[in-house]
């Protein structure tokens, strides 16, 4: 007896019973692999793009808006930008003259030294910083944060659009990317020239391109296996032991260069090489598996993994040397001429360039490891997701009548603390999504986890570090899109009763209101407006925020 198909399904569901003789043809396989038939043909559609696009435009009213504001360097920003102003100059880092702040404030940073001048942090992010002074001057407050700005902004549209196809729903797009845009610590870090923007950029446009590739890859290897069967029913069983390669990987390709400069930016970015790479070939596993394929495990490891890692690390390693081209091409920067100056009999076969190269990355590798030196801002990792000690990156008093003062005392702030509701919300939403990868085996909350755990969980490995919690910004989108993930539970499914999609739909709208109106009241503390002292201290929720 041939088997039946149910005629009650819900739309865009599976068939309760399917005929076995069409269980490889390319529909079908494509169909377990991807979901079925509304989600293998999924596009982001018009809303897909304009609802992330109008979160993309807030953030950058936001983001640039009094982007020159304070009119002096902030922070570490005193290390990076000018860092930077000496690529355009030399590409490498030179020395400055002592008070050089001073001189750089006032629009005259020619007083860059000729001597070069040691540093720790690769040059990726240094370079988007002087991407933005070559636009708009190195003379100006804009011009050294536009690239941030451009940068945060980028990022808004990415984890929109990231949002859109994990979710399958362009209304929590545009939630994703509103939620990160109105954020007051993403906001933050758009409008000061750190390196931490940078390296999240490139963190999230690494995993929207793994995304690609998940579903690229399964289409890839439902045609192969189908193409395998030769016009059968089924492929042999020499066929479904291990099953087809899937060399071409266009997408991971891309994320490899992604994470290599998310590495050029800061080291911190190696986390997530490795946890984005276990993630990729975990998913590979699973699709062999969902396929049909006997020795799944050992296949996906041989036939998936492997590749895999000669495709990403390769890709990664070549993005990252390429960063140091200033560097390569200098005859005086810091450490260019090491190799010259110690022969060694043991690795003398190595280029001179390669050897100067390891040794500049030992001696920066040391210098993070003994890094404990005592800051009045440092904040342990335990703290970060609550906001325990946010970052103050500038702070100015006024009084009355001066610097557009109204009050007899007055505050002009930037301070890293996010939008309470939001950050204590996706702290939470984390228990969520553990029981919902674990208990559902949902892979899109373990993606999600994945981010925030090669973001978070490494700094805990450094306790005698000096820390700072806006090092958190590098996992930040991924908390937005666990937040986004619960809200999208609290909306429910289309298949769900009108009473109950109402329920929810109130529920979100209300929780979203907030937040902005949240980020609308914490936005002086953020973008240095001038306010009384007293308006000031009622943004402090903490002692701990001071």
């Known amino acids: 007896m041939s088997p ?4 009650t399904k819900a739309p865009g569901t599976a068939p309760l019973v399917q005929d076995p003789r069409t269980a490889f043809s390319v529909t079908q396989l494509r169909n377990r692999l991807l979901g079925w038939a509304p989600d ?72 860059l030294l000729a001597e070069p001048e040691y540093v720790v942090h690769p040059p990726v992010g240094k370079w988007m910083i002087a991407a933005g002074m070559a636009l708009f001057g190195a003379d100006s407050s804009f011009g050294w944060r536009f ?38 610590h993403h906001l933050v870090l758009s409008r000061t020239s750190l390196l931490d923007v940078f390296l999240a950029f490139w963190v999230v446009a690494a995993f929207g391109a793994l995304l690609l590739d998940r579903d690229d890859g399964r289409k890839r290897l439902a045609t192969r296996l189908s193409a395998s069967s030769g016009g059968a029913a089924s492929p042999g069983a020499a066929a479904l032991l291990y099953g087809p390669w899937v060399l071409w990987r266009p997408w991971r390709l891309a994320a490899g260069v992604c994470l290599g400069l998310a590495v050029g930016t800061k080291w911190s970015g190696l986390a997530f090489v490795a946890v984005f790479g276990l993630m990729t070939v975990l ?22 993994g492997v590749p895999a890692f000669f495709t990403v690390i390769p890709a ?12 390569l091409r200098s005859t005086d920067a810091y450490g260019r001429n090491w190799a010259q100056d110690n022969p060694s009999e043991t690795w003398g076969w190595l280029p001179d360039w390669l050897r100067s190269l390891a040794e500049y990355h030992r001696s920066a590798y040391a210098f993070h490891n003994n890094l404990s030196s005592e800051h009045g801002y440092e904040s342990s990792p335990w703290t970060w997701l609550f906001m325990g000690r946010p970052t103050s990156f500038f702070y100015e008093s006024s009084t009355l ?17 996010g939008n309470p509701l939001i950050w204590w919300s996706a702290a939470l939403s984390l228990l969520v999504l553990l029981f919902c990868w674990l208990g559902r085996r949902d892979w899109r909350a373990g993606a999600i986890l994945a981010g925030i755990a090669a973001g978070y969980l490494p700094w805990f490995a450094y306790p005698e570090r000096t820390t700072f919690f806006f090092y958190s910004v ?26 109950r999609r109402q329920i929810g739909a109130a529920v979100v709208a209300v929780f979203i209101l907030a937040a902005v109106l949240a980020s609308a009241f914490f936005l002086p503390v953020w973008t240095a407006e001038t306010i009384p002292y007293s308006d000031w201290r009622l943004r402090m929720w903490m002692p701990s925020w001071i």
């Open 147 to 184: 690239g941030a700005a451009l940068t945060g902004t980028l990022t808004v549209l990415l984890v929109g659009l990231i949002a859109v196809r994990l979710f399958r729903s362009p209304l929590l797009g545009g939630v994703a990317g509103l939620l990160l845009a109105v954020d007051g």
């Open 474 to 499: 590098s996992f930040e989108p991924f908390l937005i899109l666990a937040l986004v993930y619960v809200l999208g539970l609290i909306l429910g499914r289309s298949s769900d009763p009108p009473a």
């Open 40 to 111: 293998t043909t999924f596009t982001l559609g018009v809303w897909g793009w304009v609802l992330p696009l109008i979160s993309a435009v807030i953030g950058a009213v936001l983001r640039l808006v009094r982007l020159g504001e304070p009119h002096s360097l902030v922070f570490d920003e005193t290390y990076y930008v000018k860092d930077a102003y000496s690529y355009l100059v030399a590409g490498y880092e030179r020395q400055w003259p002592e008070n050089a702040n001073e001189s750089f404030n006032a629009g005259l940073p020619e007083i």
């Open 283 to 304: 998913w590979d596993v699973n699709a062999r598996r969902v396929a049909g394929i006997r020795a799944w495990p050992a296949a996906g490891l041989l036939k998936d």
């Open 401 to 417: 009548g001066v610097d557009g003062c109204a009050a007899d005392s007055c505050s002009t702030a930037v301070s890293s603390v």
């Open 316 to 327: 990664a390693a070549l993005a990252y040397l390429a960063s140091w081209t200033g560097w």
């Open 4 to 7: 039946t198909v149910s005629k």
